[in-house]
T-cell receptor, first 113, second 115 residues
């Protein structure tokens, strides 16, 4: 699996957009980018994933660069409840039976009032 | 629809004692997983299962055993607990579909302390 690099921490003002970067310069053509978050003391929560195209759902938007070497998770209007550790994970999306996720240390996003 | 539930939520064991953690999911998922999370670290995969009656080792399987006798349940056992197994344990489940297999749903966790 491709390795990812994320800043250890970021701050964001409540109501503003939070843009969380992830570098995955060694990503392969068949690897997807997944984002999860973990609010303190809770289990991780799936947010969004993508392969090449930008994706949007009710929680967030995922912007993947054309060369796929980096991506940005966007929380359009951050709230205090979005304070969490955000994990960027790159994983093969096809083939094999091993679907394990490899969680790194992620980015601690703190949303300030 | 309860999603993924874990029993118990908290437990304190003495070194050498045994226990079983229960994970249950009501989403008819094929895949189930057990992770552990130590302070300040990401999750590490202990064991996983790709279907009823099957199990496989993850990154840190030593000291743990698992069973998947029913599709909806995944049990994690500690035969002889050690202080190094003090951790928060998370269970997760996911679909069979190749792409959605990484859309894992996690339980609330079990906080285990071994003294």
């Amino acid at each position: 699996d491709a390795k990812t690099t994320q800043p250890p921490s970021m701050d964001c003002a409540e109501g503003r957009a939070a843009n969380l970067p992830c570098n995955h310069s060694t990503i392969s053509g068949n690897e997807y980018v997944y984002w999860y978050r973990q609010i303190h003391s809770q289990g991780p929560q799936y947010i969004i994933h993508g392969l090449k195209n930008n994706e949007t759902n009710e929680m967030a938007s995922l912007i993947i660069t054309e060369d796929r070497k980096s991506s940005t998770l966007i929380l359009p209007h951050a709230t205090l409840r979005d304070t969490a550790v955000y994990y960027c994970i790159v994983r093969v999306g096809s083939g094999g039976s091993n679907y394990k996720l490899t969680f790194g240390k992620g980015t601690l996003l703190t949303v300030n009032p | 629809n309860a999603g993924v539930t874990q029993t118990p939520k908290f437990r304190v064991l003495k070194t050498g004692q045994s226990m079983t953690l229960l994970c249950a999911q009501d989403m008819n998922h094929e895949y189930m997983y057990w992770y552990r999370q130590d302070p300040g670290m990401g999750l590490r995969l202990i064991h996983y299962s790709v279907g009823e009656g099957t199990t496989a080792k993850g990154e840190v399987p030593d000291g743990y055993n698992v069973s998947r006798l029913k599709k909806q349940n995944f049990l994690l056992g500690l035969e002889s607990a050690a202080p190094s197994q003090t951790s928060v344990y998370f269970c997760a489940s996911s679909y069979l579909a190749r792409d959605r297999g990484y859309e894992q749903y996690f339980g609330p966790g079990t906080r285990l302390t071994v003294t």
